[in-house]
């Protein structure tokens, strides 16, 4: 299944109609448990218990409405480091919110805005076609944006310290991480987890990580899989000529012999020995760069 829910993205036309930005959001709260079509569950899911811990639903304030979000922090917390939580195409479920307890119990504000809020809610949704449907309509100008939004609520709270302020997305949020590392100035480092690199520019996605590589304004860490089918060997060694040739400190890491989603613990495509050093080299980045 991880293979085939990559391959919407090369798909993506330029005639989607984005006036929906402007009939109001279609999500207003978060879904409940795990997606739909994630199911039947792995019997090696990760559940962080939230003891200790300020999690749940939030809204955050945008232009045009406000936008649900997962926030999960220690108890007593205040001016926290900040890590922004990219969701996969299968929304903020529960295991995009798990990932944001596993980051409080390390000490940061982790948020998760649920992103496709104009679109659809495709945590509902039990068929790929009908998720892609959805996801094919969200510009990146509108992640960005939202991503944005986050990151003000979370100073403007009082609960989280913008100037460590970091990302990290997966697959479809993957790819975002390396985009709003071009795109935020303030932002201190990135950890992107298999999100694509290459494609064909589009009114929704004029750019992708490849095209941003020499204008990245913070240090990004890519996590990926010798045997992802959605992200070949070649579109790896392009963005690391691409990064080589700007000078970036950014830094590609290929797990071999592992697939697309292995940090998915809820998922067949999990590698657990993977996923754990990646979150190890995650932990590691956000400290190097002042994410703490």
């Not at 690391?240 to 830094?251: M, T």
């Amino acid at each position: 299944m991880a293979d085939s829910i990559f391959d919407w993205s090369h798909s993506l036309g330029s005639d989607v109609d984005t006036a929906v930005t402007r009939r109001g959001f279609v999500v207003t709260t978060l879904a409940v448990g795990f997606a739909l079509a994630v199911r039947p569950l792995s019997a090696e899911t990760i559940v962080t218990e939230s003891t200790g811990l300020k999690a749940g639903e939030i809204a955050i304030p945008t232009s045009d409405g406000r936008m649900p979000a997962y926030r999960a922090m220690p108890a007593n917390g205040r001016a926290l480091p900040v890590v922004l939580v990219v969701q996969e195409i299968f929304g903020v479920h529960e295991h995009i919110k798990d990932v944001c307890r596993r980051l409080a119990k390390l000490g940061y504000l982790a948020i998760a805005p649920e992103l496709y809020v104009r679109q659809g809610d495709v945590a509902r949704l039990s068929g790929i076609d009908e998720i892609f449907k959805v996801v094919s309509k969200v510009p990146d100008a509108q992640v960005l944006s939202d991503l944005d939004a986050t990151a003000a609520w979370a100073k403007e709270s009082g609960e989280g310290n913008t100037e460590q302020l970091g990302i990290t997305g997966f697959c479809w949020g993957g790819r975002m991480v390396w985009l709003y590392a071009a795109h935020n100035p303030a932002l201190k480092a990135g950890v992107a987890w298999y999100g694509r690199l290459v494609g064909t520019p589009s009114d929704l996605q004029p750019q992708h990580p490849v095209d941003v590589a020499s204008v990245l304004k913070a240090p990004v860490l890519g996590l990926y899989g010798g045997e992802d089918k959605g992200i070949p060997l070649d579109t790896i060694e392009r963005m690391e000529r691409e990064l080589k040739k700007a000078g970036s400190p950014s830094q590609l890491v290929v797990y071999p012999n592992t697939p697309h989603g292995f940090n998915a613990d809820y998922r067949p495509s999990y590698r657990k020995e993977q996923a754990d050093d990646g979150w190890k080299r995650l932990q590691e980045w956000f400290v190097r760069y002042g994410v703490r």
